[in-house]
């Protein structure tokens, strides 16, 4: 784990931080916005969407991971994830992550306060990962 995210992605951490905006969190209010890279360079973002039916909660990591993959994306260079405070993935987002490669860089910000960062690889951040 690294404090200080790689200077190459901070228009990636700008630009979850702007998605952040779009959540969709009426019952926690805890907004989350992503931005995935991928390695030809595309970005998808995405948020938290909520539901009052709380299990239905979809993060907004794998709402991310679901746009880009769904538009033909499946080898990705990194994602940023912004919060306040700072989050790290949650665990189910963490096998999300690592199941398009160990060595993504995963980068979660403090949306309100951009010196608070932390930086990891997928599979720092889930080792012994589930595998079929
Ligand atoms: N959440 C995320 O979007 N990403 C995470 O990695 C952890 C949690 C969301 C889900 C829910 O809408 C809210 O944060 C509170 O748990």
Redesign the pocket.
């Known amino acids: 784990m690294s404090q200080t995210p790689d200077s190459q992605y901070t228009e990636l951490l700008s630009t979850a931080i702007e998605a952040r905006q779009k959540?969709y969190?009426p019952?926690?209010k805890?907004?989350?916005g992503?931005a995935l890279l991928t390695k030809n360079g595309t970005v998808f973002t995405?948020?938290?969407?909520?539901n009052t039916s709380y299990g239905l909660?979809?993060?907004?990591?794998?709402?991310a991971i679901c746009k880009a993959v769904s538009e033909g994306h499946q080898e990705f260079e990194a994602i940023a994830?912004a919060?306040h405070p700072l989050?790290?993935?949650?665990g189910?987002?963490r096998q999300f992550i690592v199941e398009f490669g160990k060595k993504i860089t995963v980068i979660s910000v403090d949306a309100e306060d951009t010196s608070k960062s932390k930086q990891w690889t997928s599979e720092e951040l889930i080792p012994e990962n589930f595998k079929f």
């Open positions: 959540a969190a019952y926690s805890f907004l989350v992503a995405g948020c938290n969407v909520e909660c979809i993060c907004a990591e794998r709402t994830v919060a989050a790290s993935p949650c189910a987002c």
